[in-house]
């Protein structure tokens, strides 16, 4: 039987666990990033908008590194519920036209909502981030194994690589 070893953390730096390891200290990224909102959203209504959703706020979400975005892990009991949260998301995003940066590894999903065209956070993508904690709760989402502030970094990191190789999905072809 593995267990995780127990640390105490050091102002500004986070256990990283390696399973062949004890923790090694990082530096955390510290959330300094101002949200940076779409040219077709009020920025003041926007604030108003994504407030709760912020994890210093009570929220599970938290801004993207360049502030145009809100992304977060969602974790389920296994993989057939987090498929139908999935499915359930992808339906919603094709009444919405909008859709997701995201990546699945078994019971977990990392998603991201930013908007490309006009670049920014949109009013879509606050509305579909509350849409997913409603379907989250659900299909029954359950705690991360471990809280901390870059949880779902591995998910993230697909989400990365994918959305580069992707390009820029929502100009049209032939604008591009």
């Not at 036209?97 to 909502?113: A, C, G, L, M, Q």
């Amino acid at each position: 039987m593995s267990t995780i070893p127990r640390c105490t953390f050091r102002a500004g730096l986070k256990p990283k666990l390696y399973h062949h390891s004890k923790p090694a200290f990082h530096v955390v990224r510290r959330m300094s990033t101002q949200p940076q909102f779409s040219t077709s959203y009020d920025p003041a209504q926007g604030q108003k908008d994504i407030e709760n959703l912020l994890k210093g706020n009570g929220g599970k979400w938290r801004l993207t590194e360049n502030g145009k975005g809100l992304e977060r892990p969602f974790r389920f009991k296994g993989f057939k519920k987090c498929w139908n949260f999935m499915n359930e998301v992808a339906d919603e995003c094709v009444r919405a036209k909008h859709h997701p940066e995201w990546s699945n590894v078994y019971n977990t999903t990392f998603v991201r909502w930013t908007t490309h065209s006009p670049p920014g956070l949109s009013e879509k993508d606050v509305l579909m981030a509350r849409f997913c904690d409603e379907a989250a709760g659900k299909y029954g989402e359950v705690e991360p194994l471990v809280e901390t502030e870059q949880e779902g970094d591995v998910g993230k990191g697909l989400v990365d690589q994918v959305a580069v190789v992707a390009g820029d999905c929502c100009v049209p072809k032939s604008m591009k």
